[in-house]
C-alpha cells in the first residue's frame, strides 16, 4: 500500500443560495472547505462525520459526479480535475461507486441483467451479446446471487440482495477505485456484516481501493485501514484505523467514539460526551473553530483563530488548539 492511487488538495464545494426576482445569489452553503486526502492503493480509507457533514458531496466531488469549486483531484498521478466528454467517460472505467440507498438506485423498469449490463455496454467491455451475459453471470456469482436473478426485476429482492446488485454495477467495468457511499446504512444489522464481509473479500480478490463513507463507527473500524473524521465540512482528523479509536485526540472524534453502544451492559465504557446544541448551519459557520460552540474544552482563542490539521502523533492528525503539535 505504498503508491498513492488518489490525492484530493483543497477541495472545496460550495452550493449556491439564490434568491430575489432575478434570481442572485444571496449566499452559499459551504459543504465541503479545503479537504485534503491522500488514498493508497489497496486500502481502505472510511470516512465519518455526523448527517450533513459533507462525507457524500467529497464522495461525488472526488469522483466527478458533481464539480468541485474549487481544488484538484489526482488519479494515478494524473490530473483529472478538468476532464470533461470523453476522456471523463474514459475515467469512469476506473472509478465507481455504490449509492446508500438499495432502492433507489436500481432503475425499476430494468432487469437486474440489464442493470448490470449496460456499463459494459456503455464501455464496449464485450464483443458479442453471449460474452456480455458470461459477463453478468460472472458478476452475479461473485457477488453471491443465483444466475436467475438476471431475468428478474429489482422489486423482486429484498435490501441486502439489491446492494449485491448495485455492488456488482460497479464492478462491471473492473474499476480501481470505489467510493461507498454509506452501503449498509440502509440495511439490517444482520445483513449489514454480510454486505461488509463481501466488499472485503472482493477487496481482496480484487486489489480495490474504497472511500468507505459511514457514519456507523463500528462498521468504519472493521473495515478500514485509515479513517478521517468531518465536522461541518472539514477534516477534523485523520489516523490509523487502530490510532483513532486507541488515541481520538480532537474533542468531536472523542464525543463519536464515547456514543458507540456496548455489545453488554457489563463492557468497560468511558463516560459518554454529550454535546451541547445543534450542528451550526453551514450557510453561516462561526467564527475561529466550527466546532467551537459544542465543544467541552473551548478557550477564548477557540472563537478567533481558525485550527489547521497538524500532526499530534506519530501518522495521526488533528485540528484543535488545544492539542499540543507533535514533538512539543
Do not use: W
Amino acid at each position: 500500500m505504498s503508491e498513492t492511487l488518489l490525492k484530493v488538495e483543497n477541495i472545496t464545494k460550495y452550493f449556491p443560495i439564490k434568491g430575489g426576482l432575478l434570481g442572485k445569489n444571496v449566499a452559499n452553503v459551504k459543504a465541503v472547505q479545503d479537504v485534503n486526502l491522500e488514498i493508497k492503493r489497496g486500502e481502505t480509507l472510511g470516512l465519518v462525520g455526523e448527517s450533513g457533514c459533507g462525507k457524500s458531496t467529497l464522495g461525488r466531488c472526488i469522483i466527478k459526479l458533481i464539480e468541485p469549486t474549487s481544488g484538484k483531484i489526482f488519479f494515478a498521478g494524473e490530473d483529472i480535475t478538468q476532464k470533461k466528454g470523453a476522456e471523463l467517460r474514459a475515467l469512469r472505467r476506473k472509478m465507481q461507486i455504490i449509492f446508500q440507498d438499495p432502492y433507489a438506485s436500481l432503475n425499476p423498469r430494468m432487469t437486474v441483467g440489464s442493470i448490470i449490463s449496460e456499463p459494459i455496454e456503455v464501455h464496449k467491455l464485450t464483443k458479442t451479446r453471449a460474452q456480455r451475459k458470461d459477463r453478468v453471470m460472472e458478476l452475479l456469482d461473485l457477488v453471491g446471487l443465483r444466475p436467475e436473478a438476471t431475468n428478474r426485476y429489482p422489486h423482486e429482492f429484498s435490501g441486502g440482495q439489491r446492494q449485491r446488485i448495485g455492488i456488482a454495477r460497479a464492478l462491471a467495468v473492473d474499476p480501481e477505485f470505489i467510493v461507498c457511499d454509506e452501503p449498509v446504512s440502509a440495511l439490517d444489522v444482520s445483513i449489514q456484516a454480510q454486505v461488509i464481509n463481501l466488499l472485503m473479500d472482493l477487496q481482496k480478490k480484487l486489489n480495490l481501493t474504497y472511500l468507505f463513507i459511514a457514519h456507523d463507527l463500528k462498521v468504519v473500524e472493521h473495515i478500514s485501514n485509515r479513517v478521517a473524521v468531518m465536522y461541518l465540512g472539514k477534516v477534523v482528523e485523520m489516523a490509523t484505523s487502530d490510532d483513532l479509536y486507541m488515541h481520538a485526540q480532537h474533542p468531536y472524534t472523542k464525543a463519536l467514539l464515547s456514543a458507540i453502544p456496548v455489545p453488554t451492559p457489563h463492557a468497560k465504557k468511558d463516560k459518554r460526551i454529550l454535546l451541547k446544541g445543534d450542528v451550526p448551519s453551514p450557510i453561516d459557520p462561526p467564527p475561529g473553530c466550527y466546532f467551537n460552540p459544542r465543544c467541552p474544552q473551548k478557550v477564548d482563542q477557540c472563537t478567533q483563530k481558525v485550527p489547521q490539521l497538524k500532526n499530534v502523533r506519530p501518522d495521526h492528525l488533528a485540528s484543535c488548539l488545544e492539542v499540543p503539535p507533535l514533538g512539543i
